[in-house]
């Protein structure tokens, strides 16, 4: 598997960072982890099209983890080439309700030539050939999840969350850990700072941390970062 880190940033506009979203390349599929603002404008400056998607898992349904869905979609029809290759979209509990409500805004979005497919897994595992998904439950929001993907090796995504033992169990002994980490100190109710992230690693035992979801107070930051952390950068790639 390779990754493709799309954007590691927060509702905060930046020129810097685009909102928190990332492309992992498996052998058959390519699947978009959250689908932010501009994340659509990110595939195509990074040679993809929402064409070559194959599965979109939103890890919640705030604005800067979903905004840029209704665009991908609505691409999906009216493209140069409209899709129509099946679609799969993944979410937690109320991914129907979601959906449905973006479609009564935007009645454009519904598949004219192709199938989509949706899946509520706030908490399981979903097989689709070699490939292996896995949910949990976080505590962000009640349809908060996080993400673990397994083909040979592994990756498991936090989405926003704070200290989650659900969590601690789904990354236990993952290859990479893409964590939020939303300030180096100061603490915020659901999501995570520096502390509360190394206590959660020192748990899971992960071989790689890379952390993102960087409010603009990671721009200050003066401490040091040792193995087993990076900090994320919007276009940072990786195997796995």
Known sequence: MRLKILGTGTCIPSLQRCSSSYLLLTEKYKILVDVGPSVVRRLVEFGYTTNDIDIIILTHFHVDHTADLSTFLFACNYDVEPRVKTLILIGGQGIYKFYKGLLNIY??????SYRLILKSIPKGKLKLENLLIETCRVNHNRESIGIRIEENGNITFTGDTDYSRNLVRLAQGTDLLISECAFPERKVKGHLNLSVLRRMVSEAQ????????LYLEWEDFKGVLYTPYLIGEDGMEMDI
């Open 107 to 112: 009645p454009w979005m519904l598949p004219k």
């Open 206 to 213: 992960p071989e790689k941390v890379i952390i993102s979801h």
